[in-house]
C-alpha cells in the first residue's frame, strides 16, 4: 500500500527517462578556448538522442571561480561566462524540447563559494541581512562539531562550516537538535530566508525552461539531524511549493536514502558510489563483479539494494549511474567486453539510468594528472570528450596545451567516430540495450524487480503489467546454465545463448534476455 505522503504526480517523461551527464567543461568547445560550452553542447544534441537518451543531468553551470570545478557558486541566477550566457542557456532548453528530451540543472542548495555576494556580507561584523545566510559560531575558538570550518578572515568573531572543501561555506538550514547557542531552528528567520532564496533560485531556472534539478548533497542541509526528520521536512515544503507553481518540475537526489528522499518530495534518488551502497563491488574494487575473472561478489550489493527497494515500497526509483564526475571510469576496471555486460546490468535495472559522458565508447581514466579545478584524483575522469579522430579527438580546435584537462594521448584511444562505424563496439550495445529498455514495459523505470539467483550468473526477472522479462547476467569467462527460465529470447549480448526445455544456456562473458511467453 502506497503511503500518501508519498503521493504525488510524477512527471510521465521520467517514466522512460535514460538520463546522459554532460560535464560541460569537457563535452564540447565551439569557440576554440579549450573549454566545453552550451553551444558546443547544443551542436551535440543529436548525437545523445541517437544514442537513445531522452534526457540530460548537466552539471553546474553557474558562475564560479571553480575551486570545485563549478560546485562552489558565487552567482546562483548568471551562467558562468565560459559557456555562455543566459540567453544561451535558454537557447540549449529551447533545442533539447525540440528533440522530444528533458534537462536537469545541477543545483547546489548546501553551500556557495567564499567569493558570493551573500558570503562576503556575512563576514562583516555589523548584523545585516546575510549575517545568517551561513553557519557561524559565536565565538573564533569554536569549531562547528562534525564539520570543518573557515575562520579568521574577517572581522566577525565566530567561525564557518563548510560542507567539502575550506572555499565552501556551508548554508544555514537550521539545526534540528540545538545545543548551542548559536544553532538556530529551520524556522527562526535566518534558515526561512535561505530556503526562501532556494525556492526563488529554483523559480528562476524553471520559467527559463529547466525541467528540474539534480540535487547536490540533498539530505545534508538540515545540520544535527541523525534521523534526517528536519531535512525531510525541509524539502516537503520544497515541493509544496514546486506542486503549487511548477508541478512538472523534476526532482533526483543526490542522497543515498531512497526511502528519506521520496518521503521528501523526491521523485528518483542516486545510488552513491560511497557509504553502505556496496555500488563499488560491482565495478570498481580489486576483483569487481563485472570482471570476466568470476572473483567478485555481489551479494552485499543485492541486500542493501533489496533492503532499499522495500523502505521506498517497491517503488523502485533508485538510479544506478555507470559513473560519474567523482569517480573512476568504468574502463579503469574493466575491458569493453566486461564493459558490455556491465552496460546489460545498467540499462535493465529500475530507476532512470545515467550515462556518464563518454562512458558508451569506454573512454579511459587518464593516468597521472595534476589536479584541475579541485578534481585531484578525479581530475582523470573529466578529460575531454572523444568525438573523432581529428585535432584533439574532435573536442576543439585550441592548441593542445589550452585543453581544459589533457587527453587521452593512447593511439588506440576510443572515439564515438569510431566505434559508431563498428557494429560490434560498445557504442552499438550501449545504443542496443537502451532501445530493448525503451520498447518493453518491463524494463522501464517503474517495472519491478524479484533477484531470483545471486552469484555467477546473477538472475532477475523484471516485470510491469502483463509482460516479464527475465535477465541473466554472465560476467565470467565460463558458461553457465539457468534452470526454470520458460519464454523466448528477446536479445543477448556478448557470446550465444540458448534455450530448450526451461533450461538456459549462457556463454561467458554474456548476457540474455528472456520474454516469459505465459
Known sequence: MESKQWKRKQPKWLDNAIFYEIYPQSFKDSNGDGIGDFQGIIEKLDYIRTLGCNAIWMNPCFVSPFGDAGYDVADYYTAAPRYGTNEDLKQLFDEVHKRGMHILLDLVPGHTSVEHPWFLESMKAEKNTYSDRYVWTDSIWEEPQGMGCIRGISDRDGSCAVNFFSHQPALNYGYYKIDRSWQQSPEDEGPQATLEELENIMRFWLRLGADGFRVDMAGSLVKNDEDSKGTIKLWQKVRAFLDEEFPDAAMVSEWGEPDKSLQGGFHMDFLLHFGPSHYNDLFRCEEPYFSSRG?????????????????????????????????????????????????????SMPGAPFIYYGDEIGMRYVENLTSVEGGYNRTGSRSPMQWDDTENAGFSTAPEERLYIKQDASADRPTVAAQMADKDSLWHTVNQLITLRLVNRALSNCGEIEFLQVGYPLVYR???????????????VSAACVEGIPGRILYNVGGSATLAGGQCRVDGMSAVFIEDEE
Request: net charge positive; hydrophobic share 40%; with cysteine.
Open 462 to 476: 523484471r516485470w510491469l503489467n502483463s509482460q516479464s522479462i527475465t535477465v541473466i547476467i554472465n560476467p565470467a
Open 295 to 347: 572473483k567478485g561478489n555481489i551479494t552485499q550489493f543485492v541486500e542493501k539494494y533489496l533492503e532499499n527497494y522495500e523502505k521506498s515500497e517497491r517503488k523502485g526509483l533508485i538510479c544506478i549511474p555507470s559513473g560519474n564526475h567523482d569517480m573512476d571510469r568504468l574502463a579503469r576496471t574493466l575491458s569493453q567486453q566486461e564493459m558490455k555486460i556491465a552496460f546489460a546490468f545498467l540499462l
